[in-house]
Structure formats: C-alpha cells, structure tokens
C-alpha cells in the first residue's frame, strides 16, 4: 500500500517506490559527532544588575505592611489599585487615590523594598510601553488608574 503522503505528492500520476527488507537484521542506531556550538551568542535585553540584600519572607512582610500603612488613603475621594511588578521579580499591589502622585509610588517601593533605596530604577507603564518621567504627576492625569506599573532597574 502506498501511504498517504506520497499519493498526495504524485497527484493521481505514477509513484515508484523501491522497497528493501531488513527485518532479519538487527538495528544499529548510526553514531552521531558531536559538535559544540561555534557561532557567536546575542544577549537579549537589558544589563539589570542584581538587586543584593533581599531579605527573609517574614522580614519582607513586615516592610510591605508598614509602607502599605503609610499611604494615606481619603475614603471621600475615589481610590484606585495600582499592581508594581519589581525587578526583583515580586509584584506588589496598593490602595492609592486618584490625587496620590507618581513620587508616592516610587516611596512605597522604595518603603516596601528597602534594598531599594539605593538602587537607581525608573517605573514605566505597560502597552505602550512608557518611562513615567514626571513624578508630580497625579495618577489620575498620568492615565493610571487601576494600571499595571513595571519597575526596571538603571
């Protein structure tokens, strides 16, 4: 029977097909030649250096609470959830109002992550991807209500 494949191939014309019996012999798998890579690598993406420091779960706890409890939340005016991705690859999510600003961000972050503090970062939004310079900024006159905010290191 001829598979499928080559029926397809051969579009209803003539197919020859040579066919040799092997089944009295025994299988030998043929050796392969190892060769290692030679080409040149490309790295992807950027340089982020380590961040040194981290401290234990319970420790990072304690750090997260006491700089969610220092963001002053006015119940009278609206409240929005921002969600930080860090670099570091922890995702943190706090309350904020609409009239918090940028700079409040970043202090939570470095509040919450201490070993933040003397680490160089920029936070950036995600689609599009945009580096929020202006840290007067409301979060509200920054399009951030309610946004995903990534941190990446500098």
């Given amino acids: 029977e001829v598979p499928a494949e080559l029926r397809r191939l051969a579009r209803g014309g003539q197919v020859n097909l040579d066919m040799e019996d092997h089944r009295d012999e025994e299988y030998v798998k043929p050796k392969s030649v190892f060769r290692a890579f030679t080409g040149e690598g490309q790295k992807l993406g950027s340089n982020a250096p380590q961040v040194m420091g981290t401290s234990s779960p319970a420790q990072q706890a304690e750090n997260e609470a006491k700089a969610s409890s ?7 005016e609206p409240v929005t959830n921002i969600q ?6 922890g995702r943190l999510v706090q309350k904020f109002n609409h009239s918090h600003r940028i700079r409040d961000i970043r202090l939570f972050i470095v509040d919450a992550r201490p ?10 939004t995600t689609f599009p991807n945009k580096e929020l310079t202006d840290e007067n900024q409301t979060l509200k006159e920054a399009n951030l209500l309610n946004a995903v905010i990534v941190q990446r290191l500098t």
């Fill in 70 to 76: 220092a963001i002053v939340i006015d119940d009278s």
């Fill in 84 to 89: 930080i991705r860090l670099a570091d690859g």
């Fill in 115 to 124: 070993a933040m503090a003397a680490t160089s970062f920029v936070l950036m």
